[in-house]
T-cell receptor
C-alpha cells in the first residue's frame, strides 16, 4: 500500500544522456511536487503540479521538464545530463497544498 | 537572505538522553512540517504544525507562529532516532505559489548506544 512511489530508486548514467524518473501516488492528492537534494543534503523545490497544471516552476535549467499525464502521476525528464545533476530527486504529493508526503527518492549519479 | 534556520547543525546524544531542535523562520507561515530523514534516505513526516503543540510518542513539537520559531523535542532518544531532522515552511508572503516548501539546512542527530 505504497503511498508515493518513484522509479527507479537508483539511476547511473553518462553525461549527455537523457533520462526519466517516474512518480506515482495512490493517495488521491491533487498536488504533486519534485524536489532536489544536493550532496550537502539541502532540499529545494523544482516543480509543482496541481491537477495536471504546472503551478510552481523554480529556476531550473530547461533541460528539466516535468510531465503530468494525470493527477496521480508526475514524471521528470532530464535532457543532456550533466555532472552537476547528480543528486537525490524526491517526489511529493499533498491533498490540499499543505501537508506534503514524500516518496523514497531517486539517487541519480551522472558519470 | 536565509529564510529558515535550524539549530544546532549537529548533535550527538547518548541513548536515553533528551534533546530540543529549533527552527527559526523569517516570515509568517501557512505551513510548517518537521521531517526525519533516516540513514536510508527516506523522508518521514513527523509533524504538520503551523501553530500550537502536538505529541506523538516520544516526539513532540511546538510552533509559536507569532515569534516565528518551532521546536522539536525528542525524549528518551534511541539509536533509531539517528538521521537528519528537517524543518520546512511555506511562507505566507508567497502563499499563491502552491505549497512551496522551503527547507532548513537540517540538524544531523547521532544517537550512540
Amino acid at each position: 500500500d505504497t503511498a508515493v512511489s518513484q522509479t527507479p530508486k537508483y539511476l547511473v548514467t553518462q553525461m549527455g544522456n537523457d533520462k526519466s524518473i517516474k512518480c506515482e501516488q495512490n493517495l488521491g492528492h491533487d498536488t504533486m511536487y519534485w524536489y532536489k537534494q544536493d550532496s550537502k543534503k539541502f532540499l529545494k523545490i523544482m516543480f509543482s503540479y496541481n491537477n495536471k497544471e504546472l503551478i510552481i516552476n523554480e529556476t531550473v535549467p530547461n533541460r528539466f521538464s516535468p510531465k503530468s499525464p494525470d493527477k496521480a502521476h508526475l514524471n521528470l525528464h532530464i535532457n543532456s545530463l550533466e555532472l552537476g545533476d547528480s543528486a537525490v530527486y524526491f517526489c511529493a504529493s499533498s491533498p490540499d497544498r499543505y501537508e506534503q508526503y514524500f516518496g523514497p527518492g531517486t539517487r541519480l549519479t551522472v558519470t | 537572505g536565509i529564510q529558515v534556520e535550524q539549530s544546532p547543525p549537529d548533535l550527538i546524544l547518548q541513548e536515553g538522553a533528551n534533546s530540543t531542535l529549533r527552527c527559526n523562520f523569517s516570515d509568517s507561515v501557512n505551513n510548517l512540517q518537521w521531517f526525519h530523514q533516516n540513514p536510508w534516505g527516506q523522508l518521514i513526516n513527523l509533524f504538520y504544525i503551523p501553530s500550537g503543540t502536538k505529541q506523538n510518542g516520544r516526539l513532540s513539537a511546538t510552533t509559536v507562529a507569532t515569534e516565528r520559531y518551532s521546536l522539536l523535542y525528542i525524549s528518551s532518544s534511541q539509536t533509531t532516532d539517528s538521521g537528519v531532522y528537517f524543518c520546512a515552511v511555506e511562507l505566507k508572503r508567497i502563499y499563491n505559489q502552491g505549497g512551496k516548501l522551503i527547507f532548513g539546512q537540517g540538524t544531523e542527530l547521532s544517537v550512540k548506544p
